[in-house]
């Protein structure tokens, strides 16, 4: 069974400060990753998706990476903002199926 | 480019009831799932439509049940409510491409719902 783990669970950092949030899953075969943004209250917003073939994907100060034999990816935040503050899920859609299956988020936030 | 609308956004029922959300996915998109989320938790899986047809279902008892129409809109529907069943459901909607499974999902707001 497919589960989906992030660390740490909430962040708290000062502005400028570059930062990485760490997802783990427990099974290899997937097809795609992908991280999302939620603030409070709202839906989800995709940041970046990284299909099961590619290692990394690149937008703007974010990085997030694939290692899918050891069942991990971070998700790299440049020059953090306190705009950046919200909760960043990951999920990954295991090989055979539509669904995607989600961590419990880290919770960060940016101090000014 | 209109993204997933979801309607209404506050909802709330007594326990028993049944309850219809509603959803429009992105311009060109023709697949919607919905999933839910509890407080503090990810989101779950509950079913996904495609052609007006439910082709996946996450482990969620019978009372929640769907529909897409021919326009790819799409309704969940939750007969004889818990109070469990307080969270924020999430509609998302994606483009079928027919040679993976690889399409990213956009969500809409959600509808919050309420059992008291």
């Known amino acids: 069974k497919q589960e989906v783990t992030q660390i740490p669970a909430a962040l708290s950092v000062p502005e400028g400060e570059n930062l990485v949030l760490n997802c783990s899953f427990t099974d290899s075969a997937i097809y795609n990753l992908q991280w999302f943004r939620q603030d409070p209250g709202k839906g989800l917003t995709s940041l970046l998706l990284?299909?099961?073939?590619?290692r990394e994907q690149t937008s703007g100060r974010l990085n997030a990476s694939l290692d899918k034999s050891s069942g991990r990816s971070t998700l790299y935040i440049a020059a953090s903002q306190p705009g950046d503050s919200a909760t960043y899920l990951c999920a990954v859609s295991p090989s055979g199926t539509y669904k995607y299956i989600f961590g419990t988020g880290t919770r960060l936030k940016v101090l000014a | 480019d209109a993204g997933v609308t979801q309607s209404p956004t506050h909802l709330i029922k007594t326990r028993g009831q049944q309850v219809t959300l509603r959803c429009s996915p992105k311009?060109?998109?023709?697949?919607v799932s919905w999933y839910q989320q509890a407080l503090g938790q990810g989101p779950q899986f509950i079913f996904q439509?495609?052609?007006?047809?439910?082709?996946q279902r996450g482990n969620f008892p019978d009372r929640f049940s769907g529909h897409q129409f021919p326009n790819y809109s799409s309704e969940l529907n939750v007969n004889a409510l818990l109070l469990g069943d307080s969270a924020l459901y999430l509609c998302a909607s994606s483009l079928e491409v027919k040679s993976s499974y690889n399409s990213p999902l956009h969500f809409g707001n959600g509808t919050r719902l309420t059992v008291t």
């Open positions: 439509y495609y052609e007006e047809e439910e082709r």
């Open positions: 990284i299909q099961s073939s590619q």
């Open positions: 311009s060109g998109h023709d697949t």
